[in-house]
């Protein structure tokens, strides 16, 4: 039966409408896992001489350990930013004579083979190489490498139960912090010592392997309790039961003086605010905001003018880059209805483009006060605000022609990355990099000023052709549409 799941979503794969810009997100991905692999090979490799640096006196296997409290906390956190569930489309095989419990044992069993699962042992299998050569008993040290692959198989699927948690709440950082936060603080007011306290009980399984039977009993509760949470909601009819809520209706009148775009604007309105992913897009507006309160107080960087461009497009673009990037995956639910309807597709994206630029707007004025810091910064986050409007609203607009994948807006928003393909990779370089780049060039070339004012003309440019940029930008849209449409039919 295993064999039958890995063909069907090999086919899955290979049959998707988005299977070219899949394989470049892959090809992308096993560079950037080679990457880490050769970092973690490298720390693994001159562990015992960093340990031996910072703690002189004591043995590179009992510091480690030491610091072992540490690893879990991180390596839990990496795991709840990147590692989710493996997804397998479930629904036909309900239907067909399945057990249950094999498509949940499959789903649990692949999680076991991720990358992260077997990062770790890019670094403790080269340091449990050098401790063996350092005269540590070779059995030691074995035993000492499978109680750290435990661990971390302990932490995937405790992962996996806080990101459960964290589905139920609007709140999705919560569960992590409060468990990771409780952990550390019960350790650094010395509560209760788990560092100390780990470290004791993996030398006490090293010198009495029998104590193995503890992270191993520890690891099976954790998968059964898995496999008992997905077994409870593996059925067809467990995504027709919803909560009844009392939905707070809103007249938008005031979008009414926008003309004939109004209709889309008061949809895309309601579809932010009543949809969890989209949600987020108006809750991660504060961390833009406030973005260079982490730069202008430290006198560091009050010499790095040409670092506030940058600063400016991310804290007045934040909205934009956040919900302009899966445009039109917002409305890949009901896109083919849309399609259907007696509207002009130039109306839609237009709405998109004057909710963009508002909250471009807005953002600058809030962002105001940050003059405190110097008139420099005021004028930069201006001309960010400029380039914005005029140039990376359509360029973003541009780039959702080529979105592919669809959205599920019910779905909790931390670091969910339903939707992202080639696409939302890609568009950094022009909305980021190309306007830092062009003003650093120009400020250590020229001067300042002048550096504002090419980005300045270059905004300004954007606004006067905008109905010509927005005609070109909709004929893409209309030549790819029933492409979206396909595409937004599939599930993966």
């Not at 992308?28 to 080679?34: I, K, R």
């Not at 050769?38 to 031996?52: R, S």
């Not at 003018?305 to 409305?331: E, K, Y």
């Amino acid at each position: 039966m295993f064999k039958h799941f890995i063909v069907l979503e090999w086919k899955s794969f290979i049959r998707s409408a988005s299977f070219g810009k899949s394989v470049a997100i892959k090809i992308l991905m096993g560079f950037l896992a080679m990457y880490f692999m050769v970092m973690f090979f490298a720390m693994g490799f001159f562990m015992d001489k960093i340990l031996k640096e910072v703690y002189p006196d004591l043995d590179p296997l009992v510091a480690f350990n030491g610091l072992l409290f540490y690893w879990i906390i991180a390596d839990l956190l990496l795991r709840f930013f990147f590692q989710k569930l493996p997804v397998m489309q479930v629904k036909p095989l309900l239907a067909l004579p399945v057990k249950r419990s094999e498509i949940v044992n499959y789903v649990l069993g692949k999680s076991i083979l991720s990358f992260i699962n077997f990062l770790p042992l890019f670094a403790i299998v080269p340091f449990g190489i050098k401790l063996m050569t350092k005269h540590h008993e070779v059995t030691t040290v074995l035993i000492w490498m499978l109680i750290i692959v435990l661990i971390t198989l302990i932490n995937s699927f405790l992962n996996f139960i806080i990101e459960n948690a964290s589905a139920k709440t609007e709140l999705s950082f919560l569960p992590i912090i409060l468990f990771v936060g409780a952990l550390f603080a019960l350790n650094h007011f010395q509560i209760i010592n788990i560092a100390a306290g780990l470290s004791k009980g993996v030398m006490a399984i090293i010198a009495n392997p029998v104590f193995l039977v503890v992270p191993v009993l520890l690891l099976l509760a954790l998968y059964l309790y898995n496999f008992k949470m997905l077994k409870q909601v593996l059925y067809l009819d467990s995504g027709l039961k919803t909560k009844v809520k009392e939905v707070k209706a809103s007249s938008m009148e005031w979008t009414k003086s926008f003309g004939d775009i109004a209709p889309f604007l008061q949809l895309d309105l309601k579809l932010i605010w009543r949809n969890k992913r989209t949600k987020s897009s108006v809750w991660i507006v504060l961390i833009g905001l406030l973005y260079g309160l982490f730069f202008y107080p430290q006198p560091a960087y009050q010499n790095m003018p040409w670092l506030f461009v940058f600063v400016g497009v991310f804290s007045t673009g934040i909205f934009l880059i956040n919900f302009g990037q899966f445009i039109p995956a917002w409305d890949s639910g009901y896109y083919k209805l849309l399609m259907s309807q007696n509207i002009k597709y130039e109306q839609y994206l237009k709405s998109k483009f004057t909710l963009m630029a508002l909250s471009v707007v807005i953002l600058f004025v809030l962002g105001i006060p940050y003059v405190y810091f110097g008139w420099k910064i005021l004028l930069a986050h201006f001309v960010a605000a400029i380039y914005n409007i005029g140039v990376n609203t359509h360029v973003i607009l541009l780039g959702g022609s080529f979105n592919r994948k669809k959205i599920d807006l019910n779905q909790k928003a931390a670091f969910n990355y339903q939707g992202t393909g080639a696409v939302q990779w890609l568009i950094g370089i022009p909305l980021l990099l190309v306007p830092m780049g062009l003003f650093a060039l120009l400020y250590f070339l020229v001067e300042f000023e002048l550096a504002c004012l090419v980005l300045t003309v270059f905004g300004i440019v954007g606004i006067v052709f905008h109905e010509k940029l927005m005609k070109a930008i909709t004929q893409k849209y209309l030549t790819s549409k029933y492409k979206m449409i396909n595409a937004f039919n599939q599930e993966s």
